[in-house]
């Protein structure tokens, strides 16, 4: 149906907005169609991202480059409590306009748990 993966941040251009900080990234694929808009996305992404925080201790994790034609993905991650830190215009003649990159911080996820989101 899919795959996903917890990794190490491997972006110069990420690593640099976060000096010190233990920084991932969540990479999130579901290939089946039948599978996608049914929340499977958004519950992986809230898995790995505690797995991340409440075990790992991580500082943040950074999602780069979900192109805007992936309206899903997009909405998966900020349904799990990722705010978009970055939008970059793409030149024209590409499918994607433009992609985003989006963050959760350890600070922000236990606020929302504290919160009960």
């Known amino acids: 149906m ?18 010190g900080q233990d920084c991932r990234r969540i990479d999130l694929m579901i290939g089946d169609k039948q599978y996608w808009n049914r929340g499977i996305g958004t519950g992986v992404i809230g898995m790995l991202a505690s797995y991340a ?6 500082d ?4 780069p480059d979900v192109a805007s034609h992936n ?3 997009i909405r998966a ?8 830190v970055l939008r970059q215009q793409l030149p ?8 985003f990159d989006l963050a959760l911080s ?3 996820f236990w606020a929302m748990r504290r919160a009960g989101v």
């Open 2 to 19: 899919g795959e996903c993966w917890l990794q190490r941040m491997n972006l110069d251009r990420v690593l640099s907005l976060y000096p």
């Open 53 to 58: 925080f409440e075990c790992e201790e991580v």
């Open 60 to 63: 943040v994790i950074h999602i």
């Open 71 to 73: 309206a899903g993905s």
């Open 77 to 84: 991650f900020q349904k799990a409590g990722f705010g978009v």
């Open 92 to 99: 024209s003649g590409r499918k994607a306009s433009c992609t």
């Open 106 to 108: 350890r600070q922000q």
